[in-house]
């Protein structure tokens, strides 16, 4: 358990383990916690910094790339990941319990059996595409331009995470407490940004 004193601050109390890819067994790393965080779900984007999709936005996504072309649950994974630049990727979990639905509502229909089985719009289904237009469209922009910045901000975070792994790995003892002191300092004007 080395390193979490310094670590807690950042974590707040939570008991999840390091990410596995900062897990080094036999000798304890120093800041290996701490970097586990950064590179763990919390730091990982969209669906683990505040960027998780509402479930309208799935269903929305999904009716505008079946109606471009018929796909199945993989692909529209795909496509939402490349059509937002990376910034969503949407879970199996999300996606296929939407296609369910859509099912259900006939709006859409699957072209085949099984598990690889794509989808379709159905004739009801391209009138509903028609007639919100709108606001499908508006599922594609809320998701791009808040992520976009959201992943400004941890594509930065990562940067300092790789230096204060450095830091740990490869400092002296004085420049670790001075790293130390300045994460302190960051973290305390991040906190007193977010209450102005």
Known sequence: MHGM???????QGTQNPPHP?????????????????LGGPAFGGPRGF???????????AILSLLSETPTNGYGLIKA???????AWRPSPGSVYPTLQQLVDEGLIAPTSQ????????????????AEHETEIAA??????????????LLAAARKLAGV???VASEGTPEQRAAATTK????????YRMLGE
């Open 5 to 11: 004193t310094h670590t807690r601050g950042f974590r």
């Open 21 to 37: 890819r900062f897990r080094h067994h036999g000798a304890p790393n120093p800041g290996a916690d701490y970097m586990g965080f």
């Open 50 to 60: 505040g960027g998780r999709a509402r479930k309208g936005d799935v269903r929305s």
């Open 80 to 86: 939402i990941h490349a059509k937002t630049e990376g």
């Open 114 to 129: 099984g598990p690889r089985a794509e989808y379709e719009l159905t004739d009801d289904g391209r009138t509903h595409v």
């Open 139 to 152: 599922a594609w922009s809320q998701s791009r331009h808040p992520w976009k910045e959201q992943g400004d």
């Open 164 to 166: 204060v792994r450095q």
């Open 183 to 190: 994460l302190d300092d960051l973290r305390r004007e991040l």
